[in-house]
């Protein structure tokens, strides 16, 4: 069941919730690839101390990263303008950024896990998670989501690892920023812990998730997002009464709409046919 606010919406599978995850994710992986090299392999050799090139040999810039290049293995090539390029640190925050896009995403997957998985009997329970460690000591047979609650540590470290980087980037002064220590260190260290974090999530987590289906069919069907569905076909004014009278009393939206005579049983099996409530449909015109 989707849900928009923690409140019931419409129906949608798990296959369409799981993709989006896949999709968001792989946005990020496509935009990481193809950032990596157009940022951060322009490089300021040849610059000397603030970039002017003082003592250096006229020759010295091209064929220092031409030999960096073929040693690295990297695209490198010689910055524009290399005063520019000794001072600004606008390369690292914007990669950074990005890598922090990437862990805030996956937090946000994290806690959809979480709560997707939350019960067994008193929460959504729509999937397990695989169990990985006993969760309480005083409450017997609890499992805690340990692995979705590790990555999103992981991703405030992440968050907090570009905070830093950003400060340091501003701190620096006139031609030259003391800061770039921190700032390659965060770099690194934020590459480190999302790259471990995603085949943390991906072996002991996602590839043992399993769906609880009678679940997911019983809160489909108990839902009072199914009215909107019906929506199209008994109008808003009724789908709304429906809705009201179903939360008052406790009754469900099919029961309630067959009492009515609203809509046959034909009609409701057809629309309420999972593949029909999942994607747009054209609704037939009435006579």
Same mark, same amino acid.
């Given at each position: 069941m989707g849900?928009?606010?923690?409140?019931?919406?419409?129906?949608?599978?798990? =296959?369409? /919730?799981? $993709?989006?995850?896949?999709?968001?994710? #792989?946005?990020?992986?496509?935009?990481? $690839?193809?950032?990596?090299? /157009?940022?951060?392999? /322009?490089? &300021?050799? !040849? !610059?000397?101390?603030? =970039?002017? !090139?003082? &003592?250096?040999?006229p020759r010295y810039q091209h064929l220092a990263v031409q030999r960096l290049a073929t040693i690295s293995g990297q695209p490198l090539v010689p910055a524009a303008d290399l005063i520019e390029a000794t001072s600004d640190m606008g390369a690292f925050v914007l990669f950074s950024g990005m890598l922090k896009r990437t862990a805030v995403k996956l937090s946000k997957i994290c806690n959809d896990l979480r709560l997707l998985s939350s019960g067994p009997r008193t929460g959504i329970n729509e999937i397990n998670l695989p169990?990985?460690?006993? =969760?309480?000591?005083?409450?017997? #047979? $609890?499992? &805690?989501?340990?692995?979705?609650?590790?990555?999103?540590?992981?991703?405030?470290?992440?968050? #907090? &690892?570009?905070?830093?980087?950003?400060?340091?980037?501003? !701190? =620096?002064?006139?031609?030259?920023n003391v800061m770039e220590p921190l700032i390659a260190f965060k770099i690194f260290d934020s590459i480190r812990l999302l790259q471990r974090a995603m085949d943390m999530l991906r072996e002991h987590c996602i590839t043992g998730i399993t769906a609880n289906e009678t679940r997911c069919r019983e809160l489909v069907e108990h839902s009072i997002g199914l009215v909107t569905a019906l929506n199209p076909y008994i109008g808003y004014e009724n789908a709304t009464r429906i809705a009201r009278i179903a939360l008052e009393s406790g009754r469900g939206v099919l029961e309630l709409v067959r009492e009515e005579g609203l809509l046959d049983d034909a009609m409701l099996d057809d629309i309420l046919r999972p593949e029909n409530m999942i994607a747009p449909r054209l609704v037939p015109l009435k006579a």
């Open positions: 849900r928009t606010q923690l409140q019931d919406a419409v129906p949608m599978t798990l =296959g369409q /919730e799981f $993709k989006a995850f896949a999709t968001t994710l #792989g946005e990020d992986l496509a935009r990481l $690839k193809t950032l990596a090299p /157009e940022v951060l392999t /322009e490089v &300021n050799l !040849g !610059g000397t101390a603030i =970039g002017t !090139g003082i &003592n250096a040999d169990a990985r460690q006993p =969760g309480s000591s005083i409450m017997p #047979g $609890k499992v &805690n989501p340990v692995i979705p609650e590790a990555v999103n540590q992981v991703a405030f470290q992440i968050i #907090g &690892n570009d905070l830093a980087l950003t400060i340091a980037a501003e !701190g =620096g002064q006139l031609q030259l």
